[in-house]
């Protein structure tokens, strides 16, 4: 008995041992003609395996570069599509650099920061509103957070070391609610618990 661990190595293993074994006698092959005659066959025969990417250009040319890979690039065939260089598929890719950016406050995320950076761009009024939405989504993370009542000074002061002391607060801004913070998680619940058990009710009711 012939173990598959005992068998020639496999290129690209979802084509299976067959479509190999058909590209090997393809490469043995010495008449062109019958050779591309053999190429064709094995080509429609792999695309057979997705039928309905068959006659899709990027799926066909993915077929004739895997042709050229299992056949380790012997074949001299016409083909549509230029033949793949063994170099640039043996090229090892780049490495990705690791996000360095540390976050100063992680109940904030990254979305405050982002946000702070582009209110510290601009100007009047605009930057006067865009500041007041700020601090009351910093103050909804941080109650979401803590699950606790925050004071609003640790708001501001956050705001004020988060943008180096550029956004500042009118004296006279009123901060959201704490109280409406928790009741609007709540609330959600709530109604999504009441959609499951109308839901239950008229599943009964149907049946």
Known sequence: MEYNTEREHLTIPEYGRHVHKMINHATSLTDKEEQQKCVDAIIAFMGQMNPHLRDVKEFTHKLWDHLHIMSDFKLDIKSPYPKPEAEKLEEK?????????????????????????????????EKEIMTGMIANQMKKSY?????????????????????????????????????????????????????????????????
């Open 143 to 207: 109650i979401l957070f803590n699950e606790s009542s925050v004071d609003n000074n640790i708001i501001r002061l956050h705001l004020k070391q988060m943008s180096n002391d550029e956004l500042k607060l009118a004296d006279d801004f009123e901060f959201i609610r704490s109280a409406s913070v928790r009741q609007g998680g709540a609330n959600s619940n709530k109604k999504n618990n009441g959609k499951k058990k109308n839901y239950k009710k008229n599943y009964k009711k149907k049946y």
């Open 93 to 125: 890719p780049e490495p990705m650099t690791y996000p360095s950016n540390k976050i100063r406050f992680s109940y904030y995320g990254n979305t405050i920061p982002t946000m702070i950076k582009t209110a510290m761009k601009m100007e009047g009024s």
